[in-house]
């Protein structure tokens, strides 16, 4: 009896003991499944906009400096298109959408250097704006040696110089027409090729035409490459065009007060309010990026996206003719 009851209580024991073993092993599960949808979600969220304060208007160029060292620093803090660690090394929406950022404040950088900070194009180049151009054409997908957060780091320092030494006179910033030009012709030419992105890259292997030149096609002088967008890209599109649409809404806001005796002298206050407003509504976020033919049930937002972001590349482009009118 006494051995009977023995492996009795033993069975019990070992019973418990599993039960015990599996509570453990599903409070792990719960809490790891808890920790990677907080950290999945909270590096998912975009941006909130820039919030710069109160900055001298009297200072030219002061708010488009600044909005840009805003938005480099806003990525610098979580820049992912590096990442290698489980499980943000998974997301792919967000850091298009910040690859995007780079390649806007890019754009915004080289003109600085290049036109804005400079009396004519033959005049010096600014050292600090141009070694914060170049801090910014570091490869975005390095982890180290040198990493791609430190040198936004270093191009947000630099920018901080160069915005120190125009208050002071050493550095310049001039706000002309021709210069306002050369920006928004920058931004038609991105708006450009990131549209045609959009509109491509709609429909699983659209196939898009690339042009480039062959010497060996004497006739035509030119090659024609077909590429197959895989459905896995298309919502990479979406976010890399909302990223670039974030910081030229952000850009334009600056333009508004930087630009502002131009833009009035020009009557062209409502349109660059009109333009501002639709990169503003490129900022949306579906709950599934859909890919639907026109005539379907189902949206395409990549198109829809392409629609009001073209929008606001015509009216770019209505702005520089207004302004090349004089």
Not at 45 to 70: C, M, W
Not at 230 to 250: C, H, Q
Not at 292 to 316: M, P
Request: with cysteine; proline share 3%; charged share 25%.
């Amino acid at each position: 009896m006494e051995n009977k009851e023995q492996k009795k209580s033993g069975l019990n024991n070992d019973k418990v003991k599993r039960r015990g073993s599996l509570k453990l092993f599903y409070a792990v599960c719960i809490i790891v499944v808890i920790f990677i949808a907080t950290v999945m979600y909270r590096n998912s969220e975009k941006p909130s906009g820039i919030n710069l304060g109160r900055l001298d208007t009297n200072v030219k160029g002061a708010t488009f400096i600044k909005t840009n060292q805003a938005l480099i620093e806003q990525a610098s803090k979580n820049w992912l298109p590096n990442d290698l660690f489980w499980p943000t090394i998974f997301l792919d929406n967000i850091p298009n959408f910040q690859i995007g950022e780079l390649e806007a404040i890019r754009y915004n950088i080289r003109v600085l250097r290049d036109n804005l900070s400079r009396t004519r194009t033959t005049d010096k180049i600014d050292p600090l704006a141009d070694r914060a151009f170049n801090a910014l054409s570091n490869d975005l997908r390095k982890w180290w040696m040198p990493s791609a957060e430190s040198k936004l780091r270093l191009a947000d320092k630099l920018l901080g110089d160069y915005y120190k030494n125009v208050l002071t006179g050493k550095s310049n910033f001039y706000p002309r027409f021709d210069n306002l030009i050369q920006l928004l012709e920058q931004y038609a030419s991105l708006m450009g090729g990131v549209n045609t992105k959009l509109i491509n890259a709609s429909r699983d292997v659209r196939r898009f035409m690339i042009m480039s030149k062959d010497i060996k096609d004497i006739e035509q002088n030119r090659k024609i490459k077909n590429m197959d967008v895989p459905w896995s890209k298309i919502d990479d599109n979406f976010y890399y065009a909302e990223g670039v649409a974030y910081v030229l809404y952000e850009s334009f806001k600056a333009i508004k007060i930087d630009f502002k005796d131009i833009i009035k002298s020009n009557n062209a206050t409502t349109l660059v309010n009109n333009i501002t407003n639709e990169l503003g509504s490129c900022n949306f976020e579906p709950l599934v990026i859909l890919n639907g033919d026109t005539d379907s049930i189902f949206a395409n937002h990549c198109l829809n996206l392409s629609s009001i972001f073209n929008d606001a590349r015509q009216k770019i482009n209505s702005l520089i003719s207004i302004l090349k009118q004089g």
